[in-house]
């Protein structure tokens, strides 16, 4: 069994830094593709970014690119979402999910397409 566990949430001041970490247990790591999501109260929970199995190839919803990088450590097994220049609008339970045997691309935003979620951690940026 996939689990997830999120660390490295907290407060920031607008302008701040954090980097979130995902670690995975259960399975072998470097075959997963890995996604960050998040959630902000009373909304729906929305897509942020995924990382293929090496690596080598990423994606980020478009309103975050330049601001925040996924990257991977398999040797770690671990999973971060370095976020930058924070805004009070990236409030949120910000969680990792994984998903295996999915061609890179297909339907990686949607939130179904992960069966494995970690608990969430939360990012509050104060203004």
């Known amino acids: 069994q996939v689990q997830l566990v999120e660390s490295g949430g907290g407060l920031v001041q607008a302008g701040g830094s954090l980097r979130l970490s995902c670690a995975f247990s259960?399975?072998?790591?470097?075959?997963?593709?890995m996604g960050w999501f998040r959630q902000a109260p009373g909304k729906e929970r929305e897509f942020v970014a995924a990382?293929?199995?090496?690596?080598?190839?990423?994606y980020y919803v478009d309103s975050m690119k330049g601001r925040f990088t996924i990257s991977r450590d398999n040797a770690k097994n671990t999973v971060y979402l370095q976020m930058n220049i924070l805004k009070p609008e990236d409030t949120a339970i910000y969680s990792c999910?994984?998903?295996?045997?999915?061609?890179?691309?297909?339907?990686?935003?949607?939130?179904?397409?992960?069966?494995?979620w970690g608990q969430g951690t939360q990012v509050t940026v104060s203004s």
């Open positions: 999910a994984a998903r295996f045997g999915r061609n890179w691309g297909d339907s990686l935003t949607r939130k179904i397409e992960y069966p494995y």
């Open positions: 259960g399975r072998t790591f470097s075959s997963w593709q």
């Open positions: 990382i293929d199995w090496s690596g080598g190839r990423t």
